[in-house]
T-cell receptor
Framework: GQQLNQSPQSMFIQEGEDVSMNCTSS?????WLWYKQDPGEGPVLLIA?????ELTSNGRLTAQFGITRKDSFLNISASIPSDVGIYFC?????????FGSGTKLNVKP | GAGVSQSPRYKVAKRGQDVALRCDPI?????LFWYQQALGQGPEFLTY????????KSGLPSDRFFAERPEGSVSTLKIQRTQQEDSAVYLC?????????????FGPGTRLTVL
């Protein structure tokens, strides 16, 4: 199946720092999405991107749909302790979602 | 309900037992998806329904896995003769439509442990 390469695998940052993570694929996607998953819960949608080049913000989160449609990044500004969790990118082709392996974010107060 | 619900939240089965996992999607959502999430990995697609029609089951790992959504709302994922490699979290998601604007909303998952 299609593989999404998500990096970094994990990050340890200080509260207040900015964070950047990205996702690349060998395949083109119609939609890119970013999810956050807390322990024992399902993923929660953060941002959805529908057009190549699209840049979308949701509070302190900003994500972009790469021009080639094969990549996306997520930035978190001024991190806070509740940002801790695992962030997944997902690419959608005709209702089949492919997920990256996740970026585990740790925030030190 | 307000969100996607799944039951049971935890299931322990002996190898060889059959299990049934239930998903209640958000009311009115047309599309329903099942995923399998192994420890430390992202969710992997299993199957997709639009209303009661199972449009894609290409992700089901073997013929021991079977999913249904007979009335286009609640769905059940059944695993027959469970094996240890079936141990994972099984996530259900629903979306309002099958097309653009198809943000998927996930349930909390069922953690299946096969001994």
């Amino acid at each position: 199946g299609q593989q999404l390469n998500q990096s970094p695998q994990s990050m340890f940052i200080q509260e207040g720092e900015d964070v950047s993570m990205n996702c690349t694929s060998s395949s083109i996607f119609n939609t890119w999405l970013w999810y956050k998953q807390d322990p024992g819960e399902g993923p929660v949608l953060l941002i959805a991107l529908y057009k190549a080049g699209e840049l979308t913000s949701n509070g302190r989160l900003t994500a972009q749909f790469g021009i080639t449609r094969k990549d996306s990044f997520l930035n978190i500004s001024a991190s806070i302790p509740s940002d801790v969790g695992i962030y997944f990118c997902a690419g959608d082709n005709f209702n089949k979602f492919y997920f990256g392996s996740g970026t585990k974010l740790n925030v030190k107060p | 309900g307000a969100g996607v619900s799944q039951s049971p939240r935890y299931k322990v089965a002996k190898r060889g037992q059959d299990v049934a996992l239930r998903c209640d999607p958000i009311s009115g959502h047309v599309s329903l998806f099942w995923y399998q999430q192994a420890l430390g990995q992202g969710p992997e697609f299993l199957t997709y329904f639009q209303n009661e029609a199972q449009l894609d089951k290409s992700g089901l790992p073997s013929d021991r896995f079977f999913a249904e959504r007979p009335e286009g709302s609640v769905s059940t994922l059944k695993i027959q003769r469970t094996q240890q490699e079936d141990s994972a979290v099984y996530l259900c998601a629903s979306s309002q439509t099958g097309g653009r604007g198809n943000e998927q909303f996930f349930g909390p998952g069922t953690r299946l442990t096969v001994l």
